[in-house]
């Protein structure tokens, strides 16, 4: 069973930053994709970043320019470096993978970010 295990939320002041992490269970080379979304209270769950198997990368526009998505095949883990949070970053960050038909979620990470 393949399982994603994330890492490295907490709480913040504005502009401070943060690095999350995704562990996977298996070689990443298994994902067609992989990306974290997050869910923000009372809001429905959003993609924040997403990477391909090729490399390509795609953000939200609400953090564009602040949020870094990349993976390290030989760790099988996949990061998302957060600067100049802001408060409305606040919420849980879930990674995602998907396994050919499939989606492999993990269990989330909450992220805070005070004023």
């Known amino acids: 069973q393949v399982q994603l295990v994330e890492s490295g939320g907490g709480s913040v002041q504005a502009g401070g930053s943060l690095r999350l992490s995704c562990a996977a269970s298996t070689s990443l080379f298994s994902f067609k994709a992989m990306g974290w979304y997050r869910q923000a209270p009372g809001k429905q769950r959003e993609l924040v970043a997403r990477?391909?198997?090729?490399?390509?990368?795609d953000y939200s526009d609400s953090v564009q320019g602040r949020f870094t998505i990349s993976r390290d095949r030989a760790l099988n883990t996949m990061y998302l470096r957060m600067n100049n949070l802001r408060p409305d970053d606040t919420g849980v960050y879930s990674c995602?993978?998907?396994?050919?038909?499939?989606?492999?979620w993990g269990q989330g990470t909450q992220v805070t970010v005070s004023s």
């Open positions: 995602n993978a998907a396994l050919g038909a499939y989606q492999i």
């Open positions: 990477i391909t198997a090729g490399g390509i990368t």
